[in-house]
């Protein structure tokens, strides 16, 4: 039991530490300083030490990431050691412009100046009627022509749970099928979405009805088929599982699907497959939800990942970016859908005002600037770069993604099989070199044997360049040591 007196004390003393800290000068973290730094010590502090000691044992990034943040602009992020490191991580995709963009500082603070509501519950306001512009502003036309929102509790995962609670009202179904690989939150019902029984299983009960289907993952395709073959078997399954009376699976409300799986591992759909997927939900009257959590705000070099196939979904889930930093989720679907009786869905942190203020600011920066179209010159550079790796070392699988969201496969060599085994013990020891240099990357995937790049959306050519050097560099001196 944690004794309540020394816990008090030690966050006393923390809080004492922090001030001490954070007279940092007002000057912005240059990338001079970042590679001019002397070498990355990671040794524990008084605020990990706290942590450990107060948070739950389900505390996840600290054991990756062991780091005590007092300071965070752009692309970097400072620790209370005054170390500098270069967040490829990014809030999970979170910070669209990095941290601290000083266009959303402002906006931010000029409106907190006002005496504006910090939130409303669902009460209307003239900041909330301006995020609601900006976000009609960024779907595609024709969707957004008849489209209607809901605001959500302040996480994806309440993203997910609207968009299945509105498919079950407007269907009158109650399946939803999901996909291997998936990853839609962590509440009862986006859980039994996920596709990781490894995180799931240690929970009993979670909500019924849920099938899954295999995604297109072509490095393991489960046809054992590559390229536009792999895509029509896949398709070929969905389809013969709605259609046949002796498929074992009832006609579900709807299918939900990320257009690039994230923690999935950075698997893309394919376009051809997206548009398959759209027919076939079509012509059957199953819903088709898009969870853009991720992927979506620009991630992926279009304002939404789905928009590559040039199609349009029933739901579209969105969180993370959207905020501009700050808690916010909602979901945009066809008015048609709108069936719900007022009070079905509430949550008292869905008019979070201070969000609708960073969030209408970062999506007006996205739509009047070329920064999205410049995320597919940097994806594409970070791809070649990668792909210039490969081929001097053989346990790197698989490197794929699409803008801004890149995963690299690590895979044990001496494995059996066109597609080898991941290696999850390789990957992060990758990971943690790279860390010990100064570059924080997440990991994901089949037994977290993908390492992931998340990077902010503005991140200059310098500073990408400065990635790849430290992630070369640190695949280098992890084979030197095997």
């Keep these: 039991m944690i004794n309540t007196e020394n816990t008090r004390s030690t966050l006393s003393a923390d809080n004492e530490l922090f001030s001490a800290h954070s007279n940092i000068h007002e000057s912005g973290i ?24 107060t948070e739950s044992n389900a505390r996840s990034y600290p054991r990756s990431f062991p780091i005590a943040i007092k300071k965070a602009q752009g692309v970097f992020v400072q620790d209370t050691e005054d170390q500098i490191f270069i967040d490829c991580l990014a809030g999970a995709g979170t910070f669209a412009l990095g941290h601290n963009h000083p266009d959303v500082v402002n906006a931010v603070t000029e409106y907190i100046s006002t005496g504006g509501p910090w939130q409303t519950l669902d009460i209307t306001s003239p900041a909330k009627n301006n995020f609601v512009s900006e976000v009609y502003k960024i779907l595609p036309d024709e ?20 968009a299945i609670k509105l498919a079950k009202i407007a269907t ?12 839609h939150g962590m ?47 896949n398709l070929n399954y969905l389809e013969h599982q709605l259609s046949d009376q002796h498929s074992g699976t009832p006609l579900p409300a709807a299918i939900v699907v990320e257009a690039i799986q994230g923690e999935g591992g950075v698997i893309p759909a394919p376009k051809e ?11 059957h009257g199953v819903l088709l939800i898009l969870d853009e959590i991720q992927c979506g705000i620009g991630r992926s070099g279009d304002m939404f990942a789905f928009e590559i196939a040039d199609i349009n979904p029933d739901v579209i889930a969105m969180s993370k970016a959207v905020g501009g930093g700050l808690p916010m989720a909602l979901i945009a ?14 949550g008292t942190f869905r008019g979070n005002q201070l969000a609708m203020i960073s969030g209408a600011k970062t999506l007006k920066i996205l739509r009047e600037t070329n920064l999205i179209e410049s995320v597919k010159e940097k994806g594409q550079f970070l791809l070649e770069s990668l792909h210039n790796l490969k081929s001097d070392c053989d346990f790197i699988g698989d490197i794929r993604g699409r803008g801004l969201m890149i995963g690299i496969e690590i895979v044990d060599t001496q494995s059996a099989g066109k597609s080898k085994a991941p290696n999850p013990e390789l990957a992060t020891k990758i990971q943690q070199q790279c ?48």
């Design 187 to 233: 509440t009862n019902g986006t859980l039994a979405l996920m596709g990781n029984i490894n995180t799931k299983s240690p929970v009993p009960g979670l909500m019924a009805d849920v099938q899954f289907m295999p995604f297109p993952y072509e490095y393991r395709c489960p046809f054992g088929l590559t390229g536009a073959e792999s895509i029509k078997a």
């Design 333 to 346: 679907y066809h008015e048609k859908l709108d069936q719900w009786k007022p009070g079905a869905h509430t």
């Design 435 to 482: 860390l010990q240099q100064g570059l924080i990357l997440e990991t994901g995937g089949r037994s977290g044997a993908t390492i992931r790049f998340l990077p902010p959306l503005n991140i200059s050519q310098e500073e990408l360049k400065t990635v790849t050097n430290i992630f070369i560099s640190s695949v280098a001196e992890v084979m030197r040591n095997l």
């Design 30 to 53: 240059s990338i001079d300083q970042f590679i001019n730094q002397p070498a990355i010590q990671l040794a524990e502090n008084q605020f990990l030490k706290t942590q450990s000691h």
């Design 273 to 283: 497959w997206l548009q398959g997927l759209r027919e076939i939900t079509e012509r």
């Design 143 to 162: 969707f957004s022509q008849s489209a209607k929102l809901q605001f959500c509790g302040p996480a994806g995962t309440d993203a997910m749970e609207a």
């Design 172 to 183: 009158g179904r109650s399946g939803i099928w999901s996909f291997s690989g998936a990853y």
